[in-house]
């Protein structure tokens, strides 16, 4: 994880072990049995230490999505985009989102549990929505390129279209379509966008 600009490095290497703690109580038990206490010990240190590093349920929710946006920025920073077409960058965007999925299991179940609950719960929205839009507004900003540069049909509405491939990449990500073929699938999502072939693009996912 990110450290802050008041984080020590002691402090930051801990935030990121109470994440990955609160990471799995919420995998086992759901975020109804999701308790200080648990993370605490699972991370070897007393409840109030860990407040001290999270201040409450609340900061430890806000540190377990910015643990989510964080796993996905690193594996999106390991590939340069120069010179990529927005066809090319959105195949990109499968091929890491699938990656991450891959490297950390607890992903989906874990987003899938803090969206659900976040329409009726303020405190998870505070820290999820923002996450969602902050997503959507990267999709809507690469379809808009590709339908400027050709890579793309004209006739796309770039942020409804942006719901669309959001949508499409989260479900080839759930556990049920494990099993798909991927490359495959990504490939059938491509073509809904791209103003020409995409078979080149297969390459991308395997």
Not at 26 to 32: Q, T, V, W, Y
Not at 47 to 74: M, N, P
């Amino acid at each position: 994880m990110t450290s802050t600009d008041t984080d020590s490095p002691t402090a930051a290497r801990r935030k990121a072990e109470i994440a990955q703690a609160a990471r799995a109580e919420l995998l086992e038990k759901g975020f109804e049995g999701l308790r200080m206490r648990a993370v605490a010990d699972r991370c070897g240190i007393n409840v109030a230490t860990l407040d001290y590093h999270v201040g409450g349920k609340d900061g430890l929710i806000a540190l377990v999505a910015q643990s989510l946006v964080e796993d996905f920025r690193a594996r999106r920073n390991l590939t340069s985009r120069t010179g990529m077409s927005g066809l090319e960058e959105l195949a990109q965007e499968l091929a890491d989102f699938r990656q991450v999925r891959l490297e950390h299991p607890d992903i989906h179940p874990i987003m899938a549990t803090l969206t659900r609950r976040a329409p009726n719960d303020p405190g998870i929205a505070r820290h999820m929505l923002p996450m969602k839009a902050f997503w959507h507004g990267k999709i809507t900003e690469l379809i808009a390129k590709g339908v400027d540069d050709g890579s793309l049909r004209p006739s796309l509405d770039p942020p409804t279209s942006a719901r669309v491939f959001i949508w499409s990449i989260l479900s080839l990500g759930s556990p049920e379509h494990c099993n798909l073929d991927f490359p495959h699938h990504a490939t059938e999502v491509l073509k809904l966008f791209a103003s020409g072939p995409v078979d080149r693009l297969k390459g991308h996912f395997s």
